[in-house]
């Protein structure tokens, strides 16, 4: 990794604190000072951009760029995992996110990287037919803000795996456009939550919200 596309990180990252709509996203959530005492418990990993300066001044704690980009989306997934869709904070999140990802793959092109989730056609062999449609069973026994969690880390990390229908308020997801890694991750956490419910032996709900579909072809 170059020190030009680190320093070319910084200055993005730089760009965002510096711009009016990312001041809630400044510096770590007060949730004891707002009263957001669930805060903890939905944001397992609080992160902010004022942290990411730092963490990329310390040149220690980021090994390229790709990493930075991970927390920086984090910041924007913790808002609009924990406030509404719909919200103002959502909304504003979401729409930083975008502007995130856009400014993100133009300074990979200019310092000649290859965006992450945008490996060859041929890694999705490496995910087998049976466990895709696994998967795609497994998420009708998620709950509707499990679901929620999947289709927002989706939207950040892999969003041509969705498909939205905003006439019909539904979500069509397409397993083979995941990456084999973000997949992963999927599978463990809703293998997680499905352990969780039997454990305390209850019933999900997934009635209300967006609707879901799930392909795998």
Not at 13 to 34: I, S
Not at 40 to 53: A, F, Q, R, S
Request: proline fraction near 4%; include cysteine; charge should be neutral.
């Amino acid at each position: 990794m170059s020190d030009k596309a680190m320093d070319d990180m910084a200055k993005l990252v730089q760009k965002f604190l510096q711009m009016p709509d990312a001041e809630p996203f400044r510096v770590p959530v007060d949730y004891q000072g707002l009263g957001l005492f669930d805060y903890p418990e939905i944001v397992k990993k609080p992160m902010d951009l004022g942290t990411i300066k730092k963490k990329i001044a310390s040149k220690s704690n980021y090994k390229d760029v790709y990493k930075v980009a991970e927390d920086v989306r984090l910041v924007w997934t913790n808002c609009m995992m924990y406030n509404a869709d719909g919200s103002d904070f959502y909304i504003l999140a979401q729409n930083l996110s975008k502007k995130f990802e856009e400014k993100f793959s133009k300074l990979l092109q200019d310092n000649g990287l290859v965006g992450q989730g945008q490996q060859p056609q041929g890694n999705a062999e490496l995910v087998s037919l049976e466990e895709k449609k696994a998967f795609a069973k497994s998420l009708y026994k998620l709950t509707k803000d499990e679901v929620g969690k999947i289709l927002v880390e989706l939207d950040q990390k892999c969003p041509a795996a969705l498909v939205k229908n905003s006439s019909e308020d539904e979500v069509e997801l397409n397993v083979d456009k995941i990456t084999p890694e973000i997949f992963a991750e999927l599978v463990d956490f809703a293998n997680g939550c499905i352990a969780n419910h039997q454990g305390k032996g209850g019933k999900n709900s997934n009635k209300g919200g967006t609707k879901k579909k799930a392909r795998t072809s």
